[in-house]
């Protein structure tokens, strides 16, 4: 048995969920004519209304994920949410450094278009789309800040921890690199309870990271599971206080 690139991904292309039927107004959106996104737009912006791009995890595609994010929408940020390369509705076939740049492709769409995405854009991964961000970070300076819950610093590390002495062809690609090189505001956030990604992943992230940075580990919180723990609220405060805090 080998452990291979491919076993980081497992990508579907069923709808899960549309915010539509909440309310919400969204747009279809096409990144270079092959990214799948939504722009979901706030029952009510403010003067302050940033947009939010959420960045997912490494299964199912984004109609999935995006109920983990919806709390942006009511604190009155746009949500800009994406399927990486074979996730969805996206084209191609996903690999760790194809997803990096499938990111950067939507910032820099999302960058190039203030009139219509505004002036402060925050990114916000999940999982595989927190280790994402936090690689491509160097690529976007003018990033407002990034948060990141229950990232992973390396899918090699991860799977190799997990299963020692099992073969692992799995590329050698780490945040751990590449967080030094960035002075974009960073917060991580990671539950002690995680079977998935070990809160040491964030730990460490957190200790090479270029300042400014913050973190929250959260007792007893499994993976990406806050929003379903009594951490609820204290994680949602600490969200809208980081964003708040680097909002320009």
């Not at 737009?41 to 490494?58: D, M, S, W, Y």
């Not at 590390?157 to 590449?178: E, H, K, M, N, R």
Request: with cysteine; proline share 6%.
């Amino acid at each position: 048995m080998t452990i291979t690139e491919a076993n980081c991904f497992y990508p579907d292309p069923f709808m899960y969920f549309d915010p539509a039927g909440m309310g919400y107004a969204r747009e279809n959106l096409w990144v270079e004519g092959r990214l799948h996104a939504w722009l979901i737009h706030p029952k009510q912006e403010h003067a302050r209304t940033a947009t939010i791009v959420n960045l997912h995890g490494n299964a199912e595609n984004m109609t999935s994920h995006i109920l983990a994010s919806l709390f942006f929408l009511e604190m009155g940020h746009r949500l800009l949410t994406f399927d990486y390369r074979g996730y969805g509705q996206s084209k191609g076939t996903p690999t760790l450094e194809g997803i990096q740049d499938d990111a950067r492709a939507v910032f820099t769409f999302v960058f190039k278009e203030p009139k219509r995405f505004g002036e402060s854009v925050f990114g916000f991964g999940q999982s595989m789309g927190g280790f994402t961000l936090a690689r491509i970070l160097p690529d976007i300076p003018t990033l407002q800040g990034a948060i990141m819950d229950s990232a992973l610093y390396s899918f090699r590390d991860l799977f190799q921890d997990a299963y020692p002495g099992v073969s692992c062809s799995v590329p050698q690609i780490s945040a751990l690199d590449t967080l030094p090189l960035s002075g974009v505001p960073k917060l991580f956030i990671h539950g002690t309870a995680d079977g998935v990604v070990p809160h040491t992943h964030s730990q460490k992230m957190f200790s090479v990271a270029q300042s400014p940075k913050d973190i929250m580990i959260l007792e007893g919180v499994a993976h990406i599971g806050a929003l379903n723990s009594p951490w609820m609220a204290d994680y949602i405060d600490k969200i809208r206080t980081f964003v708040e805090t680097w909002d320009s």
